[in-house]
């Protein structure tokens, strides 16, 4: 059952409501008892911001305690701060990227905070996302390295970089900017398969932060969010609803650009139809998303009980780290019982290097301490999938 604080956050993550909507937010203020579990349910899944910008047109937002309008001003401020400061290390890096002609797309949240949500605020970021060919991986390492940034996590093994394929590079921090450089869209052994080669031919200039830059163009922008999504979608809890709200406001603003015959049509080159329509169709029932309706009468069989079931216990908690759940999704893809033990003693028993960059113990000598932490995330993924 949808309660009145998630129906709020469903219709806060869309930037443009419209009066009916507006009116239908205002009234589902009067229905809040509990204003604090709506301020932890809005923070957790990165919608403070979007909603804290519809106080102002909310008749009702007196009923808000002035605590709870406090905080979440101050997330919108804290989102802003941290934004600016993330733009600011990217329009560096694009600059010596440039140099030397290094072609860059920006994914996810630096590229759409500025030409989608307008307000750099609303859109929350973690870290910087980019893609680039992988023959270009190296000197894109060798910049980040002489801009200051460092590896923030070790190497687990070569056999789990060659059976689940490289996505991106260890995470490169400078003064807790984070910068992940990806050469691919997603992993190896799934069902569907981006071409980055191809994805980055299709890709569009665009001007951010007054730099020149690549996005992907809206089809493979639609189907990468979607895989993405499904990345993280599961029985563990590792939604990113920020995907969701990406998703919403490209329909909602951009929807007039799409053609719905291509959209598939691509999709179908990627063999991804099935993961693309299941999370489009998701985002429509929850979030109000305009879709055609010949789409979802054409889709509506991917979205079954279960479906709803996780996105509703996703909605609830965020438990697992992402990577967790990637290395069972990669597990159960493989054929071989004699790699699946090589790939999960390398997971379990990571090397000194890895192990140290990942816990940080005081005392270095005991890193082994903590192989213990890492069975006990595995263990629990288990049982959360069991039960």
Not at 29 to 34: A, E, R, Y
Not at 107 to 129: N, P
Not at 192 to 208: P, R
């Given at each position: 059952?949808?309660?009145?604080?998630?129906?709020?956050?469903?219709?806060?993550?869309?930037?443009?409501?419209?009066a009916d909507e507006l009116a239908q937010l205002d009234k589902l203020l009067q229905t809040v008892k509990n204003w604090d579990k709506l301020l932890e349910l809005l923070t957790t899944h990165a919608a403070a911001p979007l909603f804290y910008s519809k106080l102002k047109n909310l008749k009702n937002a007196a009923l808000i305690p002035q605590n709870i309008q406090s905080l979440l001003m101050?997330?919108?401020?804290?989102?802003?701060?941290?934004?600016?400061l993330l733009y600011d290390a990217f329009s560096q890096l694009l600059a010596q990227c440039a140099e030397q002609k290094?072609?860059?797309i920006a994914l996810k949240g630096i590229y759409l905070?500025?030409?989608?949500?307008?307000?750099?605020?609303?859109?929350?970021?973690?870290?910087?996302?980019?893609?680039?060919?992988q023959s270009d991986g190296q000197k894109v390492l060798e910049i980040l390295n002489s801009l200051g940034y460092k590896s923030a996590a070790g190497h687990l093994s070569d056999f789990i970089d060659d059976t689940s394929g490289l996505v991106?590079?260890?995470?490169?921090?400078?003064?807790?900017?984070?910068?992940?450089l990806h050469i691919n869209l997603h992993y190896k052994n799934?069902?569907?398969?981006?071409?980055?080669?191809?994805?980055?031919?299709?890709?569009?200039?665009?001007?951010?932060?007054?730099?020149?830059?690549?996005s992907l163009d809206i089809y493979d922008l639609i189907i990468y969010l979607c895989i993405h999504t499904d990345k993280h979608f599961g029985e563990a809890g590792q939604t990113q609803f920020t995907v969701f709200y990406d998703l919403l406001n490209i329909l909602e603003i951009r929807g007039n650009e799409i053609n719905w015959n291509k959209l598939e049509q691509r999709a179908s080159v990627y063999?991804?139809?099935?993961?693309v329509f299941k999370y489009l169709l998701l985002t429509a029932f929850y979030f109000n998303a305009h879709l055609p309706s010949q789409i979802g009468d054409k889709y509506n069989f991917l979205i079954s009980k279960k479906i709803h079931r996780l996105f509703r216990k996703n909605l609830q908690k965020i438990t697992l780290n992402q990577y967790t759940t990637i290395h069972f999704a990669t597990i159960r893809q493989m054929q071989s019982n004699s790699k699946r033990l090589h790939y999960i003693f390398d997971a379990l028993f990571p090397p000194k290097k890895f192990m140290l960059l990942k816990y940080s113990p005081k005392n270095p000598k005991f890193y082994w301490l903590y192989y213990p932490v890492r069975h006990f995330r595995a263990a629990k993924y288990v049982f959360l999938n069991m039960f």
């Amino acid at each position: 059952m949808i309660t009145p604080e998630q129906q709020i956050l469903f219709l806060a993550a869309k930037i443009n409501l419209s009066a009916d909507e507006l009116a239908q937010l205002d009234k589902l203020l009067q229905t809040v008892k509990n204003w604090d579990k709506l301020l932890e349910l809005l923070t957790t899944h990165a919608a403070a911001p979007l909603f804290y910008s519809k106080l102002k047109n909310l008749k009702n937002a007196a009923l808000i305690p002035q605590n709870i309008q406090s905080l979440l001003m101050q997330t919108y401020y804290k989102v802003m701060k941290n934004n600016i400061l993330l733009y600011d290390a990217f329009s560096q890096l694009l600059a010596q990227c440039a140099e030397q002609k290094i072609k860059i797309i920006a994914l996810k949240g630096i590229y759409l905070a500025q030409t989608l949500y307008g307000d750099i605020a609303l859109r929350q970021m973690s870290d910087i996302d980019i893609l680039v060919n992988q023959s270009d991986g190296q000197k894109v390492l060798e910049i980040l390295n002489s801009l200051g940034y460092k590896s923030a996590a070790g190497h687990l093994s070569d056999f789990i970089d060659d059976t689940s394929g490289l996505v991106h590079y260890d995470p490169m921090v400078r003064d807790n900017i984070i910068v992940e450089l990806h050469i691919n869209l997603h992993y190896k052994n799934r069902n569907y398969s981006m071409d980055t080669k191809q994805v980055i031919e299709n890709s569009e200039e665009v001007n951010i932060n007054n730099c020149k830059v690549f996005s992907l163009d809206i089809y493979d922008l639609i189907i990468y969010l979607c895989i993405h999504t499904d990345k993280h979608f599961g029985e563990a809890g590792q939604t990113q609803f920020t995907v969701f709200y990406d998703l919403l406001n490209i329909l909602e603003i951009r929807g007039n650009e799409i053609n719905w015959n291509k959209l598939e049509q691509r999709a179908s080159v990627y063999n991804a139809n099935e993961v693309v329509f299941k999370y489009l169709l998701l985002t429509a029932f929850y979030f109000n998303a305009h879709l055609p309706s010949q789409i979802g009468d054409k889709y509506n069989f991917l979205i079954s009980k279960k479906i709803h079931r996780l996105f509703r216990k996703n909605l609830q908690k965020i438990t697992l780290n992402q990577y967790t759940t990637i290395h069972f999704a990669t597990i159960r893809q493989m054929q071989s019982n004699s790699k699946r033990l090589h790939y999960i003693f390398d997971a379990l028993f990571p090397p000194k290097k890895f192990m140290l960059l990942k816990y940080s113990p005081k005392n270095p000598k005991f890193y082994w301490l903590y192989y213990p932490v890492r069975h006990f995330r595995a263990a629990k993924y288990v049982f959360l999938n069991m039960f």
